[in-house]
């Protein structure tokens, strides 16, 4: 039996078993881990959306930022014949299931809508699979940002660093003061979040596309590698002691509070900061990584439908519709932090952030600057992408020093292929 074969058997003798036929149910069942505040909320505008169409919503939350959580129960519940209608997912992943034939082709709608023609090419590589629409982008983040506490950083005479330099003063300034420099949550996403803006920013960008995505050994064994945990070092020296374990909307909490001065983190970091009630410019700044001024890391949400019989569900083609409207991908994105997927939404409804993110994405497609973000499933497939994060966090930890963490990122990338 071929795997969607053994699927669509499976799926049956279950509906058989429970006595119901998943058909007849009017609900989408979405698997996402949309669990923190300001996730929640832009969550939200899809869920209105789809009952104001009579779409009943059936939540599965699995908490865990970048979404790791979320693989493992989606694996799980696939591998028990019971895979969920509608899955938040992202680059490699996406690609991962099609090529075992376990998505649906949403075809018939992309052509009814024209999404050919309003996605940016760099997401439609990750979003079709041998000509077919496999998942509905919702919206394009990108990793190379910094948040900063504005109050906190006028007190100390603090100006938006723009290269590294200046942000190590920045950061030594702080420090001095007695305050925290950098919010962080030591998870290994977020660890490898942060050490994708530092290579971006140490090595530019066919340097990025070398190590991240070519995966080019001698990018990777490079003196510039070297130099890109050396940085790791003085970021690990100027987060606090409790750094470890803690979730990244706990960290920028401590950025919102104005008990850390900078978070590094994509821009769903700025969804807390709106729920919050802080206004960018006034309350907080966003900018670029220092030295990635007109680069952009990216990581676009997606939602993959799981074929449930050969054919798109009426449910799936309403999701796949409703994340794809106009109206919806700025309603949505407003409140994310995100910028639209589609490349003819107006930015009139988004703040400065967004607008600057807006034309950042546009001008980094134009001039070959965008670039998948390893961290969040763009750069390489999950075996190296897991390989990489297992490095960058025990160097971050201090089981390696940076030359060794370099040997290490060479022979475990390697060893991941
Ligand atoms: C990313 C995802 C974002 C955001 C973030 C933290 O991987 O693309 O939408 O949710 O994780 O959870």
Same mark, same amino acid.
């Given at each position: 039996m071929t795997f969607r074969a053994k699927l669509i058997f499976s799926t049956a003798v279950l509906a058989l078993a429970a006595g119901t036929a998943r058909a007849d149910d009017d609900s989408v069942e979405v698997l996402h881990w949309w669990t923190a505040g300001g996730e929640a909320a832009a969550l939200n505008?899809?869920?209105?959306?789809?009952?104001?169409?009579?779409?009943?919503?059936?939540?599965?939350?699995?908490?865990?930022?970048?979404?790791?959580?979320?693989?493992?129960?989606?694996?799980?519940?696939?591998?028990? +014949?019971?895979?969920?209608? #509608?899955?938040?997912?992202?680059?490699?992943?996406?690609?991962? %299931? *099609? &090529?075992?034939?376990? =998505?649906?082709?949403?075809?018939?709608?992309?052509?009814?809508?024209?999404?050919?023609?309003?996605?940016?090419?760099?997401?439609?590589?990750?979003?079709?699979?041998? +000509?077919?629409?496999?998942? #509905?982008?919702?919206?394009?983040?990108?990793?190379?940002?910094? %948040? *900063? &506490?504005?109050?906190? =950083?006028?007190?100390?005479?603090?100006?938006?660093p723009a290269n590294w330099e200046e942000l190590t003063a920045a950061v030594e300034a702080l420090s001095a003061a007695g305050v925290t420099p950098i919010a962080h949550g030591g998870q290994p996403w977020q660890d490898a979040t942060v050490f994708e803006a530092v290579l971006l920013s140490t090595g530019g960008s066919d340097f990025y596309k070398a190590a991240m995505i070519d995966l080019d050994p001698e990018a990777l064994g490079s003196e510039t590698m070297g130099e890109v945990f050396k940085r790791m070092d003085f970021i690990r020296a100027h987060v606090d002691e409790n750094f470890s374990g803690r979730d990244w909307n706990l960290a920028t909490a401590m950025v919102i509070n104005g008990e850390a001065g900078f978070q590094m983190m994509g821009d769903w970091a700025k969804g807390e900061f709106l729920r919050a009630g802080q206004v960018p410019g006034q309350d907080f700044l966003c900018f670029r990584f220092p030295g990635t001024a007109d680069k952009v890391t990216f990581n676009a949400d997606q939602f993959a439908m799981f074929d449930q019989g050969g054919t798109v569900s009426p449910q799936q083609a309403a999701l796949a519709q409703a994340v794809l409207s106009p109206k919806f991908q700025s309603a949505f994105n407003v409140v994310k932090g995100s910028v639209p997927a589609r490349t003819d939404v107006s930015d009139a409804d988004f703040d400065d952030c967004a607008k600057q993110g807006m034309k950042d994405v546009a001008a980094a497609a134009a001039s070959g600057d965008l670039m998948g973000s390893l961290a969040h499933g763009y750069g390489a497939p999950a075996s190296v992408k897991n390989a990489i994060f297992d490095v960058v966090t025990a160097h971050f930890n201090g089981e390696f020093d940076s030359e060794s963490a370099v040997d290490e990122l060479v022979d475990a990338v390697a060893i991941a292929q």
């Amino acid at each position: 039996m071929t795997f969607r074969a053994k699927l669509i058997f499976s799926t049956a003798v279950l509906a058989l078993a429970a006595g119901t036929a998943r058909a007849d149910d009017d609900s989408v069942e979405v698997l996402h881990w949309w669990t923190a505040g300001g996730e929640a909320a832009a969550l939200n505008v899809l869920k209105e959306d789809l009952e104001a169409q009579g779409i009943g919503w059936q939540d599965m939350p699995v908490a865990g930022g970048g979404g790791a959580e979320a693989m493992t129960v989606l694996r799980a519940r696939v591998t028990s +014949g019971d895979a969920p209608t #509608a899955v938040q997912m992202l680059g490699f992943d996406i690609l991962d %299931w *099609a &090529n075992q034939g376990a =998505l649906a082709n949403l075809n018939d709608l992309a052509e009814q809508e024209a999404w050919d023609e309003v996605i940016p090419a760099a997401i439609q590589e990750f979003a079709k699979v041998d +000509g077919k629409w496999v998942a #509905a982008p919702v919206n394009v983040h990108s990793t190379n940002w910094v %948040w *900063a &506490n504005k109050s906190v =950083l006028d007190a100390h005479g603090i100006a938006v660093p723009a290269n590294w330099e200046e942000l190590t003063a920045a950061v030594e300034a702080l420090s001095a003061a007695g305050v925290t420099p950098i919010a962080h949550g030591g998870q290994p996403w977020q660890d490898a979040t942060v050490f994708e803006a530092v290579l971006l920013s140490t090595g530019g960008s066919d340097f990025y596309k070398a190590a991240m995505i070519d995966l080019d050994p001698e990018a990777l064994g490079s003196e510039t590698m070297g130099e890109v945990f050396k940085r790791m070092d003085f970021i690990r020296a100027h987060v606090d002691e409790n750094f470890s374990g803690r979730d990244w909307n706990l960290a920028t909490a401590m950025v919102i509070n104005g008990e850390a001065g900078f978070q590094m983190m994509g821009d769903w970091a700025k969804g807390e900061f709106l729920r919050a009630g802080q206004v960018p410019g006034q309350d907080f700044l966003c900018f670029r990584f220092p030295g990635t001024a007109d680069k952009v890391t990216f990581n676009a949400d997606q939602f993959a439908m799981f074929d449930q019989g050969g054919t798109v569900s009426p449910q799936q083609a309403a999701l796949a519709q409703a994340v794809l409207s106009p109206k919806f991908q700025s309603a949505f994105n407003v409140v994310k932090g995100s910028v639209p997927a589609r490349t003819d939404v107006s930015d009139a409804d988004f703040d400065d952030c967004a607008k600057q993110g807006m034309k950042d994405v546009a001008a980094a497609a134009a001039s070959g600057d965008l670039m998948g973000s390893l961290a969040h499933g763009y750069g390489a497939p999950a075996s190296v992408k897991n390989a990489i994060f297992d490095v960058v966090t025990a160097h971050f930890n201090g089981e390696f020093d940076s030359e060794s963490a370099v040997d290490e990122l060479v022979d475990a990338v390697a060893i991941a292929q």
